[in-house]
């Protein structure tokens, strides 16, 4: 039996406080509003109770904000999408950003199991002077488990639109993108942190960012495999490929804590469930 779930999550600022309204359906909901940082910034934990993703199954998530609030929803493990026989499974995240708003996208890694047929799509509207800090994360298989992904057929489609897309499809069975120089070189982890305007990014605070993750790219293990550009005046994005999730994460858990702190002028502020 497949499940069909969805969420409707809106931040909307309420005095000092801003507040998280929800509702849901299905299996997909979210853990009680959380204030590591005071009122002024909403922290949730979005909870898919099966665990995974099989064929046929759907997330369909909906975020908005209102002017003014600021959330942050991350996750408390990967999302997994295990073995298909057929029917693909689908996560699709759409988000609207109203003037002035602000939103942290910091989902754990999306992880496929071997002979899963897959897609992870995020859509993002944002207004003038809405931002979002975000990151997406995909895990091919898993290797030191010996668990490899040598079948199946991943879809990642990740858009701003009228401003940016990326999209690709990830087959097991194409040797020359997964193990070419030309493609993914043998590695198992892409990863993307982006920083995403409503508004073009003033060109001095947009330069200051990409220097600040350059350096912290060319002093970590990584450095030969990640960059960060932007590919429009709205975009920042700092790319990752990695043989295993952990040191990609640890990249851009370091960007968004710098990026956090630069862009936003905001302590760092990491989810208390990532230490748990």
């Known amino acids: 039996m ?8 809106a931040y909307a600022r309420h005095g000092e406080r801003v507040v998280a309204h929800h509702q849901h359906s299905g299996p997909l909901r979210i853990l ?17 109770p099966p665990g ?29 999408f295990y073995r298909s026989e057929g029917p693909q499974a689908l996560q699709y995240t759409r988000v609207h950003l109203q003037t002035g708003s602000r939103l942290e996208w ?10 899963c047929q897959a897609e992870n799509r995020l859509v993002m509207q944002l207004e003038p002077d809405a931002e979002l800090l975000g990151w997406d994360v995909t895990a091919l298989g898993l290797p030191n488990a010996g668990l490899p992904f040598v079948q199946g057929r991943f879809g990642q489609h990740i858009e701003v639109p009228g401003v940016w897309l990326e999209r690709g499809l990830v087959d097991a069975s194409d040797l020359r ?9 043998g590695a198992r982890c892409m990863a993307s942190l982006f ?27 990584l450095a030969a495999t990640a960059g960060a550009t932007s590919p429009n005046p709205q975009v920042l994005v700092v790319r990752v490929l990695a043989p295993v999730v952990e040191p990609a994460m640890q990249l851009l858990r370091s960007v968004r804590s710098a990026w956090r702190q630069e862009l936003w002028h905001l302590a760092d502020c990491s989810p208390r469930i990532w230490a748990m």
């Open 2 to 9: 497949a499940w069909q779930a969805n969420l409707d999550l």
């Open 32 to 48: 009680q509003s959380l204030y590591p940082e005071g009122d002024g910034i909403c922290h949730n934990v979005l909870v898919h």
């Open 52 to 80: 995974g993703l099989v064929g046929g199954d759907t997330l369909d998530i909906t975020v908005s904000a209102e002017s003014g609030s600021h959330g942050l929803i991350t996750t408390p493990g990967a999302t997994r």
């Open 106 to 115: 910091l989902p754990l890694e999306a992880l496929c199991y071997n002979q």
């Open 177 to 185: 993108l997964m193990d070419s120089a030309a493609g993914l070189a």
């Open 195 to 221: 920083f995403v305007s409503g508004s073009a990014i003033e060109r001095k605070r947009k330069q200051q960012a990409l220097d600040t993750a350059r350096e912290l790219i060319a002093n970590h293990a």
